[in-house]
C-alpha cells in the first residue's frame, strides 16, 4: 500500500504558483500513472482553498492517495458530510484520493484539525474519523476511488454527493441530502436520494445486467439513452413535469404516480428511473 499526501499549504498557494511548479506539485499528489487525478485533484485543491475567501474563515486542504489491493466488494462510508466518486480503470488494484478540508478560525487551527482526521482504507469499509469541533468549526473528507471494472460497490453518505461511472457489479448507492449520478453502469444497481438531482446516462443498446432501480424523493431527474435502446423502462414523476425526446408507446400509466411503463425497442432488463417531487426528462445521447 503507498501513500502520497499533497504538499502541506499548497491549497493557500497555488494560485500564485508559476507553470514549472504546479508540474512539481502535481506529481506529488498522485501515485504514477493517475494523470486525470492528479488534474483533478490540483482543481479541486485550487477551489478549496478559494472557499477561504467567502467564509472568512481559514481553510485548510490536503489530498491523500492510496492504493490497496483490490476485493471483490468495496464499501465506503463518506457520512455526514463528505462526496463519493467512483470511477472505473483499466487496472488491478484500487486507487483512493481522500480529499480533506478542514476550517477553523486561524491556518494553525484548521491544520491542526486536518492532521487529526484519520483515514481507514484497509478494512472492510473506507472511511475516516476526525476530532470533535467547536463553533463555526468544520471538517470533511470525500473520496475519488478508481476502481477496476468488475467491482461490487456499497457506497453510503448523508450530506454530500454519489457517483458512479463505468462499473459494472452488484451497485448499491445511497445519499440523502446530495446529488446522485449513475453513467454507463451496468450490473445490478440500485440508487436512493432524498432530497437531490438523479442523473442517469446509459450507453448500449440494451441494459448489461439485470437491471437498475434508480429513484429521488424530492429532486429532478435527468435521463440520457442511446438512440435505439431497449428495456423494460418505468419513468416519470408524481409532482413535476414531463418531457422526452425519445418516442414511447406507453403501456401502463399509473395515474396515481403518474409513472409510465413501456416497453423500448426489443425489451430487455427492467430500468427504473423516477422521481416524486421533481420534473423528469428524457433525453437522446
Known amino acids: 500500500m503507498t501513500t502520497t499526501h499533497a504538499k502541506p499549504g499548497y491549497a493557500r498557494t497555488f494560485a500564485s504558483t508559476s507553470r514549472a511548479a504546479i508540474g512539481g506539485l502535481l506529481a506529488a499528489l498522485c501515485t504514477a500513472g493517475g494523470v486525470a487525478a492528479q488534474e483533478d485533484d490540483a482543481a479541486w485543491l485550487e477551489r478549496c482553498r478559494d472557499r477561504d475567501n467567502r467564509e472568512n474563515r481559514a481553510v485548510f486542504c490536503d489530498v491523500r492517495v492510496e492504493r490497496v489491493p483490490a476485493r471483490g466488494a468495496l464499501r465506503v462510508d463518506a457520512a455526514p458530510n463528505g462526496g463519493i466518486t467512483v470511477r472505473a480503470a483499466q487496472r488491478t488494484d484500487i486507487e483512493i484520493h481522500a480529499r480533506i478540508r478542514a476550517s477553523a478560525a486561524s ?47 456499497a457506497l ?5 454527493p454519489v457517483s458512479v461511472q463505468g462499473v459494472r457489479g452488484r451497485i448499491e448507492g445511497r445519499t440523502h441530502n446530495g446529488p446522485l449520478a449513475l453513467r454507463d453502469v451496468a450490473g445490478d444497481v440500485v440508487a436512493r436520494t432524498q432530497n437531490g438531482p438523479l442523473t442517469v446516462e446509459l450507453t448500449g443498446t440494451r441494459f448489461d445486467g439485470s437491471g437498475l432501480d434508480a429513484e429521488t424523493q424530492n429532486g429532478p431527474v435527468s435521463f440520457t439513452l442511446p438512440d435505439g435502446y431497449s428495456a423494460q423502462l ?36 427492467r430500468v427504473r428511473v423516477v422521481t416524486t417531487n421533481g420534473p423528469a426528462s428524457i433525453r437522446r445521447r
Open 234 to 269: 418505468e419513468t416519470g414523476t408524481r409532482n413535476g413535469p414531463f418531457s422526452t425526446e425519445i418516442p414511447l408507446t406507453i403501456t401502463r400509466l399509473d395515474g396515481h404516480s403518474r409513472r409510465i411503463e413501456t416497453t423500448l425497442g426489443g425489451g430487455g432488463p
Open 156 to 160: 453510503e453518505t448523508h450530506n454530500g
Open 107 to 153: 491556518d494553525a487551527a484548521a491544520r491542526s484539525m486536518a492532521g487529526g482526521i484519520r483515514t481507514h482504507t484497509g478494512g472492510e469499509t473506507i472511511r475516516a474519523e476526525g476530532p470533535e469541533t467547536g463553533d463555526r468549526e468544520h471538517w470533511s473528507v470525500s473520496w475519488v476511488i478508481y476502481v477496476p471494472a468488475r467491482t461490487d460497490l
